[in-house]
């Protein structure tokens, strides 16, 4: 298997099996502390550009397309009408994560967002023409994305989770 050299400016530690570590339990950790709070605490991501202008963030159901396990991931969000826009960035990993493979293999889920619960939604990959409109919006919303767009050879998908 080709090793995946990083960009220059990206951290050395970006495909580490220790980072991916770190990320998982602080990531179980999120959401056990914004179920336990009912999204008072854990729902907003104040790491990297989020900081200064935190980010706000909902918790992902998804089911292994493989293990058919339930997994709950938090990621950041942005609103767009009724609709709540993700990405699969990874940090600028060069694979995507395994949520978005799973919402590809099972699109109908349901989303944590604090003050408004348990939401059903269906999750779709934006189009090119949507993705274009929305990366802007959400580089704005977190300006990190910006940044892991450059770290990655693959084009960071865009996902839109309607309401249902």
């Known amino acids: 298997m080709p090793k995946f050299s990083l960009p220059e400016d990206a951290p050395s530690g970006l495909t580490s099996p220790v980072t991916a570590k770190v990320i998982k339990y602080a990531a179980r950790a999120q959401v056990a502390v914004f179920k336990a709070t009912n999204g008072r605490i854990g729902s907003n991501w104040r790491v990297g550009a989020g ?90 919303l977190y300006a990190d994305f910006a940044k892991y767009q450059t770290w990655t050879e693959r084009e960071i998908p865009v996902v839109i989770l309607s309401p249902r």
């Open 51 to 140: 900081f200064r202008k935190p980010v706000p963030t909902l918790l992902l159901e998804h089911r292994g397309r493989k293990s058919g396990r339930q997994f709950t991931t938090p990621l950041l969000y942005l609103h767009d009408g009724d609709d709540f826009v993700i990405v699969a960035s990874q940090g600028g990993m060069p694979k995507n994560p395994q949520w978005f493979h799973n919402l590809v293999a099972h699109p109908h889920t349901r989303v944590h967002v604090k003050g408004r619960g348990a939401v059903n939604v269906s999750a779709r990959v934006a189009s090119p023409e949507e993705r274009a409109a929305l990366w802007p919006r959400l580089v704005d």
